[in-house]
Structures are given as C-alpha cells and as structure tokens.
C-alpha cells in the first residue's frame, strides 16, 4: 500500500541510548517531516526536509538529528534519549512544502 | 508560542448531534487550514481544509466555518455518529511556515 511507513512501532530505550526512528515514503513526495505529538500539546515539529538533500529545524529540535538518505527515505535520530523525549514520533510527507500531509502510523517511545 | 489555539479539549456529543470544535490563529501570513482526524493508535488522516479565500467548505457531513477578520475557523460535524469519535487536529500554515497544530479535541459519540 502506497504511503508512509515507520520503523519500529515501539521501543523502550534507557536514558543516554541512542537510536535511529525510520521512515519511508513511496508517493514521490519532495518534502518530510518529523512531528512529536505529546498529550495536551498537539504535534510539535521537530526538523523538516523541503527536499533531497535539505534538512531545517522546526520548533523542537534540540536532542535530536536527522538525515534525508534519498527522497524516499528520512531517519530521526536520538544521539543521548532523555524522559522528556519520551513521545508519540509521526513521520510525514507532501508532494511540495504545501498541502495536506500524509503520515505514518507512528512510533511510541518510552525513555526510562 | 502556540499560534494556534483550539478549544475544547474534549467534546461528548450524543448520536445525531452537531460537533463543534473551535481553532484561533495568530499568523496573519497563514493561508492553509486544514483539519485532521486521529483514531487510538493511528496517524492523523486529512480531513478537510479550507483556504481564506472562501468562508466555509462543505465535504459530506463535515463542514469547515472561516472567519479572515477574526482569525477563526471551526469544524462541524452534522449527524454525529458513533464513528466519528476520534481525536481532531486543526491546523494552519503559509509563506515560510510548516504545519502548525492546535492541541487536539478529543470527541466521543454517545451512542
């Protein structure tokens, strides 16, 4: 089925782990984004990707890196996991920086 | 800095009835405003959306109001059903701006 995927759907992390959230669109869409989502505060953008080989930060970027591998494929990266990025992570995508987004199904992350 | 704000935060509406859930924004720059529907455990899915050029857009029972003058724009779900119940985004962006959420309504359906 055409969209976005994400890998893994959970994962438990202990504090100071590192590891790397996937995600894969198979539309041909340009730009990507990684949202958090945490109760109360709706989706919070983390960095975006206008297009291949172009990342910017959003509005909660700290703690977290990312890469734009190809136009398919753009990873979120937790280099030290901290509780306070435990969260829902939803990858997104649109065919040019405007428009409704499609998202993934998400990864829920506990950092304990 | 939350440039869009909705309210409420939870709405319990009985079968039949209509939904209402508000959003205000603060960017005048915004040009795109689209809503969202989230069931447990999925990601958000494209609802509806609206630009500023019109005051309201009408898909089936879901219907968008857009006020330009007081930076507001509302969904209404007529004939609720139980289906309907999920968790709703509302959103905006335009010029440099990504999608900017508001914090979520979550409504129930009682059967």
């Known amino acids: 089925n055409a969209g976005v995927t994400q890998t893994p759907k959970f994962q438990v992390l202990k504090t100071g782990q590192s590891m790397t959230l996937q995600c894969a669109q198979d539309m041909n869409h340009n730009s990507m984004y990684w949202y958090r989502q945490d109760p109360g505060m709706g989706l919070r953008l983390i960095y975006y990707s206008a297009s291949e080989g172009t990342t910017d930060k959003g509005e909660v970027p700290n703690g977290y890196n990312v890469s734009r591998l190809n136009k398919r494929e753009f990873s979120l990266r937790l280099e030290s996991a901290a509780p306070s990025q435990t969260s829902v992570y939803f990858c997104?995508?649109?065919?040019?920086?405007?428009?409704?987004?499609?998202f993934g199904s998400g990864t829920r992350l506990t950092v304990v | 800095q939350q440039q869009v704000k909705q309210s409420p935060q939870s709405l319990i509406v009985q079968k039949g009835g209509i939904s209402i859930i508000n959003c205000a924004y603060e960017n005048t720059a915004f040009d795109y405003f689209p809503w969202y529907q989230q069931f447990p455990g999925k990601g958000p899915a494209l609802l509806i959306a609206i630009r500023p050029d019109v005051s309201e857009k009408k898909e089936g029972r879901f219907t968008i109001s857009f006020n330009k003058s007081a930076k507001q724009f509302s969904l209404h779900i007529m004939d609720s059903q139980p289906g309907d119940s999920a968790t709703y985004f509302c959103a905006a962006s335009g010029g440099a701006q990504k999608l900017v959420f508001g914090q979520g309504t979550r409504l129930t359906i009682n059967p």
């Open positions: 997104a995508s649109v065919p040019t920086g405007v428009g409704g987004y499609t």
